[in-house]
């Protein structure tokens, strides 16, 4: 019987960890003012979101083995988790200061704590660096280690290929509807959120496992990146339609011009009288703008039309699971708890 982890079992990891890579820090002599600056970095930046992908790390391993892990597995498990939290603390830093976003999980970002600035920038590379530290420290004679270095590196250009596109389609700045596509739209939620968010967590258990062959790979690949896909365009939902003290902020999509799926299924379907009012008044920052377009968006319906999407793509999803092979060690119940954690969510 496979096991869940708790919060508090994956966070236990990340001490040992932290010590590991200040270390490797002290062996070039690293003066102990930048050894705690690094040390503050780690801990403000990398602790204090929900883990779900690094915990998705063991949860895997343990639906794959069809048991509890020991002690040993479930640190070498943890540890790729806590490698996808580096990955993830690395993008959001550097995301933070890309939309030049005020607050992170409650607080002020890392760059606009007092002193940092454009530290952040280099501290990012440090969170990424931290990565290939451990990888080297733990999985250095592992089968499966150039996998894992290959896996790492190829999912973070995926990532950085989103960003780029969604930067390039929707500057807060300037507002031009004509740059938005569903093709667009597809590409950046697909390689900004679906590779490392879904594939990555799974991907990385096989490969811990010694069982990610090409067809588990490829089968993985198929029903996550349209899962991934799903839990954004649902993420994009919620921050309209989504009651603020069930998702725990106030969506801020419309406002900051985010190319979302809402405003492209507004677009593909609006009359020329409703693609005006889109035209004047999405991603302008006033709340009676926004108003406009929330009411533009009730009168074309988009919260049924969000609904009827997904029953259609869950069905789809539950159909790939369905039909996965498990002759070579990989799990439908893998997928089913990915797609159980987000169905209908509310936050």
């Not at 966070?11 to 960890?17: G, H, N, R, S």
């Not at 930067?167 to 950046?188: C, G, H, Q, W």
């Not at 690949?221 to 989504?242: K, M, R, S, V, W």
């Not at 998702?247 to 011009?257: E, V, Y």
């Amino acid at each position: 019987m496979a096991q869940k982890t708790t919060l508090k079992e994956f966070e236990d990891v990340f001490p040992k960890l932290q010590e590991d890579l200040l270390e490797h820090a002290k062996k070039y002599n690293l003066p102990q003012e930048q050894l705690d600056w690094y040390k503050k970095s780690l801990e403000i930046n990398t602790l204090g979101g929900k883990c779900n992908r690094g915990m998705s790390v063991p949860d895997s391993v343990s639906v794959l083995l069809g048991r509890p892990l020991s002690s040993d597995e479930y640190f070498q498990a943890a540890t790729l988790g806590w490698m996808t939290e580096l990955l993830q603390a690395f993008f959001l830093v550097s995301d933070d200061i890309m939309d030049s976003s005020i607050t992170r999980r409650g607080k002020p970002c890392w760059y606009r704590e007092p002193g940092v600035g454009m530290i952040a920038i280099n501290d990012a590379f440090l969170l990424e660096s931290a990565i290939y530290t451990l990888l080297k420290k733990y999985f250095r004679s592992h089968p499966a280690y150039v996998d894992l270095l290959e896996l790492f590196h190829e999912v973070t250009l995926q990532t950085e290929l989103g960003q780029l596109c969604d930067l390039l389609t929707a500057p807060e700045d300037v507002v031009n509807l004509d740059n938005f596509s569903m093709d667009k739209y597809r590409f950046i939620v697909i390689y900004k959120t679906a590779y490392y968010s879904f594939y990555l967590p799974v991907a990385l258990a096989l490969h811990m496992l010694n069982v990610a062959t090409p067809a588990n790979l490829a089968a993985a690949e198929a029903i996550l990146i349209p899962l991934g896909e799903y839990f954004q365009i649902q993420d994009d939902y919620l921050d309209n339609f989504g009651l603020p003290e069930h998702i725990g902020k106030i969506g801020t999509d419309i406002l900051d011009n985010k190319c979302s799926w809402l405003v492209n299924q507004a677009l593909a379907i609006a009359t020329p009288e409703q693609r005006k009012v889109l035209e004047d008044n999405y991603g302008r920052k006033d709340k009676a703008k926004e108003a406009a377009v929330k009411k533009l968006f009730d009168d074309l319906q988009l919260e049924k039309r969000y609904q009827d999407y997904e029953e259609k793509r869950v069905g789809e999803i539950r159909g790939l699971i369905a039909d996965v092979d498990e002759s070579e060690g990989l799990k439908k119940e893998v997928f089913e708890a990915f797609l159980a954690k987000i169905y209908k969510r509310s936050k």
